[in-house]
């Protein structure tokens, strides 16, 4: 573009052809499969679909995949070694720590997904509608959450923890109350650019109303970077299941999540001499973590390629 | 011709202002004067061009008479042959009932097209606000303008992205037509295609109109454009009219310096009609504070004490025997120059 | 609300009247010979509350495995129990251990018609992960024998979740939402133990005359063979009645470091005061020379207060002193800062001012120091239980507490003596006065009693024991050197350097691993089985009146 | 210029107000008060409720929501935080005496991180798609995958236990005066809470450092001879530093809340851990005042980026 002659390598070139084809019509491309496509040839974002996929699947059918049932304590077989019998070990109950850590995925994941699916909800509703409204009631939601998002994150749920008491749906919620903010802003910002296109223009002219010109018109432009968001924001929330736990300030203890499970590693002694009651449940923390951060980045790049960092 | 024509909508003083916020505050300190008390009748039928460099309010204003943009004073009222009514007083329901009379198409071909949307997904919603509720009627309407835009019927199944520009104005076009109006605001709606289609495009718009019987306010800083679409043309600075006339009679007897220079930068191939090129110096001052007298002094070649402190109204005069206004302090002069 | 008391009234009548019948057609059917003792007394539901009724809480505790409990998850280091008094001389003895029996708890459901859909709703306090353990081991046990239980961790006003007791002692309803509770107790005095049950005080347990009766005689003699009668009997109630189910004892991990040679000193309840003699203790002399002990406990904020925690800081061990001094049992064996002489009545106290009691900053100890320590702590709510009884049996007390008189009349100093009379009989009053630590007058006379801690004082206190402030960073570090004026001898080790860090916190193993703590204490299994595993750590159990107990809430649902 | 400066800062005022509330509001709404924490379960249940009322009279606890409220945004404005409840320290003591731990460890995480983040960050660019920046990619990405404390506790483990090198927490230790004394109890925070850091930074560096090295400044620079490394770190670096730069700055107040999790892993005696202690013991004053000395610090550090950014790029106009 800038002057400079640059070798075509085939590849450009194959995409010279598919955009002439698609310029004239010839193909009918279906929307985002250049973007899936994209998304595929990135080898990190395989990787991500791949360990998410496997983790996901191993929580959705625990019942197929574990022998053991995760709530049956053996107290005379606790922290047996990995073994046969118990893939993973026991615990300090002698429950099997595999099917403790396939279970306690459930929880974590509905934590993690769920949270970042509320929040976007949540920021996307109010972002789209008060972006494209603007006025006063855009004023105040960009107030609250400049508010909401000058607190540190932390401290913000360690509040909101000791005034609405521990429990998984507890935990939703404040999370979402603290998390809506950057999905919102950036919703909002979104909508202020799609705002000045004519074809919004075109259908106030048509006297359309409000909602359906936000809702319906403009948001599927939005949607690229709200799913990357949501990817993104599920690996943190997961994150801070698992921060949460450790303060002992998460999930009610008795119920088994990943956060829960390596927690107990703050005991010393399980730390130093039982590891197989901690690393397994960090490495899946971290595995799945990682795998959705993979596949959020890999979005990100092929649905925004300029924007990077 | 001048006699017994039929207004379908009147501008009286109409004033667009947006407000400047300044200050810790944020007190207005001040307003952008895009459109500055203008009045103009537009009658049924024609189709009268709004012309003025970039930045003269043109688009504004267009954009003011469908409460695009709200404006903050006067009056535009439409005669829908049963009723007049003031459009900056209708509730927003009262509008919806006048949007089906009144629209407009755009200028930018790639955002004037909803790129998530097929294009029946783009153009079905407005003709469901308006009534029609079957599905296979409005892919029926819609097949059908398609058609009336030289396009094919299928094409309605394909995304914003698979059609070329000028193929994209011409939905939009078709768009505009989709709920029968009476009226068109055409805000530059061929200044992004290429000439040859421009040339499509403006005749499409031509027959259309014949066809129709349309009227359009044709919004364009292109002056050979107005000289092929046009019935009367309004010449618009900073925010007001400096001249309106029959677009011939415009062309013959240029009422005002303004115009002038508009017309001797266009690039004519008849070397006959050639005249001397008029170069407009300076920039178009800034519509917050605009100068004191005639707006365009500081920029006029023929500027005199008078036209730094009095503001020259447009006063009618008579040219060939049309009306023709201008507002300028020496617009007979202008005749025999 | 008038109609409905009567009507849970007339109901609980109605019920009481009909329990023999219930009780005989029962016993007949289920119960083997040798626990037909146990399920002769009052059987069957007392009230709406199905917990109300022995049967329930029987099967309960024959449906808990406390033995497989206490060997497994706790590897030993706690007792089972049987009753709330601990194993030794004050425990009764042929008390019904209850133990593991799911058949009979499964027939003792079906006896009590037991709902197999109602959900018992326990609560707790204890933040750490043993306890949610040993609930999730109950919880799996109850659910064995048929027994459907949730638990949670209380959070917010605790007290007023576990402990709100009923308006109408007798028939409720119940002022806490819970069904069961499991907590810990520590008594200073055994009495401590039942005295929660008497009529007006207890959250989980209705009025029961006979339990009240009990209660008075145990609190009626300060004679050790009257006392152990009368409390023999209240044990047996107890056990027999399930007032409450005693689950294990506690008892209490004493570390040290190698480094630490207490010379032969005593070891004993590490939560109270007992005569440590801590200038004889001795540690191995650092490369300088010097000889410093490094321990945990110390200060965050503020100072905590000897009055409301007698002995679990070692700062309030060693800062203060008391006026007699008592063996690691807790019993009382001579005077420390005073003599003293208990009339036989045990009605009059005297005591006599040791010479050359001095303040860490020179000025001698008083007898007025003593009495202003007195009337300080009795307008002060939060001070310790068994401290307060004392000081409240004394004579004027209640007019001083009002208000009416500008000192309690029961108090009577004369030179270097004071001496105090009761107006009632208070078993424990020398026990008392081993716990009491003398605050200095000078310092703490304008102390609001109501926010003690709020004083100046607590963020450097003055004492009179062997050991005195040096430096003090509050939440990092606090260091204490020895009182060079102690009247009982120059303290040898040179350096007390304290850590914030305390009981059930990690950082107790991490200290102990990395070196650097060479005493403490704990009741905290996982920590003791860490620190076991240490060699430069040696362990000392001693038993200690600590009982965690499950409680029945009893009383009739709202 | 001093407009627009002006005006966002009295902006801060009805934000700062709101958000008091609303912590005080919250904190209302929380079960149990000071009282309920300052006594024992077992303690608690014996006393009369006169006397626990006394409690909280001597308190100030008694007082309605409302006036309790106002009274302490009155001693706010009046520069007076209040005392903590229990110890009843001056809470601006309390913070003064926190603070340094914080700061202490968030600059010295900070310092680190930035140096081989941007280091790590250029290297990446500039060798950009070889193997070593594939590594420094996935490392980045581990880095901010894995828990923190998980870090901590790997740390800890490694360190103390199997290395015993260096102690396992705290901050001071009598006799220790010198910083050098102090320096080993810093480290592993330090380095553990960078370790988490340096995968922001690394990969915002590295997007700046592309994004300048495709810059027509750059390619005149490298057409005028100028050699490779000269290019690179002279020119390049210079001018993809300042978006780097101004992201560290946007994270010196979020680092307060970030090294709540290390202190507790490492019982470092800051302002985290004097935060979660208040709020499980319901200290009110010193959890209103923690979280409103956070929440003005981001408000002020935001508003200064803004300024600086503008200051910066003449594109951006303020009025």
Redesign the interface.
Known sequence: MNGTKKKITRLEKKFDRILMREDTGLIKKKKGSRAFRKLMSNRLAVAGIIIVSVILLAAVFAPLICRYDP???D??N?LQKPSIVHLLGTD???RDIFARIVYGGRVSILVGMGSALTSAVVGVAIGAYTGYKGGLLDNIMLRLSEIVMAFPQIILVLLLV?IM??GLRNLIIIFTLTGWGGIYRMTRAQMLSLREEEYVQALRAFGLNSFAIAYKHMLPNAVGPIVVNITLSTAMFILYEAALSFL?LGV???ISTWGNIV??A????YLQ?FWWLWVPGAIVISLFVLGVNFIGDGLRDSADPMQQG | MSEARETILTLKDVETHFPIKKGVFKRTAGHVKAVDGISLEVYRGETLALVGESGCGKTTLGKSILQLVKPTGGKIIYNDKATERDLCRLSQKEMMEVNRKLQIVFQDPQSSLNPAFTVFGSLQDPLKTHGIKSKAERRKIIGDLLESVNMRREQMDLYPHEFSGGQRQRIGIARALSIEPDLIVCDEAVSALDVSIQAQVLKLLKDIKKERNLTYIFITHDLSVVEYISDRVAVMYLGKIVELAEVEDLYASTMHPYTKALLSAIPVADLDRRKKRILLEGDVPSPVNPPSGCPFHPRCNQCQDICKKVIPSLKKFETNGYEHYSACHFAEEQLSQ | MKRITMLLILIGLVLLVSLPVFAGGQNEAEAPAEETAVMEEGVGPTNSNPLSDLRVRQAIAYAIDMD??AE??FDGMVLPATGRVPDGPMKAPGLNRYAYDPDKSRALLKAANWDPNYKLDLGY?Y?D?MT??L???I??YLSDVGIKMS???L??????Q????PTDPANGPSAVEIDLGY?G?AALALQEYFN?YKTG?S?QYPSDPKMDALIDAINATADPVELKKALFEIEKYEVDNLAAYSLYYMPMFVYESIDLNRNGEIYGNPQYNYDWNIQNWTMKPESNGKMVLQTNGGP???FQNPW?NPGIWISNKVLYDRLIACDGALTPTHGQMADYELSSDGMTLKFTMKDGVKWHDGAAVTVDDVQFSIEKIILA??A??VLLSTFNSIKGAEEFIAGTADHISGINTDGNTITIEMAKLDPNILLTFTQFAILPEKYLADA?P??M????F??HPVGSGPYKIG?V?????L?MVPNEDYYDGVPKID?I?C???FDSD??V???A??G?LDYGFSKNP?EV??LR?LDNIKLETVDVPYTRILWFYQYPKK | MLTYTLRRLLILIPMLLFLSFLIYLGLEL????AV?Y??S????????PA??E??R???GLSDPFLIRYVKWLGGVIKGDFG??L????PIKD?VF??LPATLELSAGAILISTIFGIFFGTISALKRGSIGDNALTLAGMLGVSVPRFIFGLLA?LLF??HLKWL????????GYEGFMDRLPHLIMPTLVLSSTLIAGVMRYSRASMLDAMNRDFMKTARSKGLPEWRVNFVHGLRVSLIPVIVLIAFRLPILLGGTVIIEQVF?W?GIG??FI?AVRSRNYPIVMMIAFFTTFAVLFVSFLIDLFTALLDPRVKLD
């Open positions: 709530l049956k304590l107290l005379r606790k300090q109950l002698g000791t008491g521990q002992g009610p203890l008795n927690n107990i703050q005991d010393l002694r001499f | 497989t409990i497994t998850m306090y933040g992960q949610v353990d609930m999730t081991a919880q799996a638990f949670r961790k959070e917010g006003d605790v007290g007023a576990l402990n709100s007791v907590g107790h929660v005080k959250a965050i904020e503020f409301e709510p939060t310790h239980k609001d109501l926010k801690l709020q004083s100046p607590f963020q430096k960073e509050m939440n990092d570090y260091v350096e350097q850590y914030p860090s990690p950082n193993v991490k200290n691993t990395a650097i996982s089985s860490s595993a | 929380t079960p149990g008060d309920s300052m006594i379960p077992e303690r608690y249940a014996t006393m009369d006397e626990l006394a409690v009279e001597a308190l005392y903590s229990q110890s009843g320290v309390i005496d926190r800890i103390t236990f102690p396992v927490g705290g901050r001071l230790r009598p019982q005696p851990n004097e202690g």
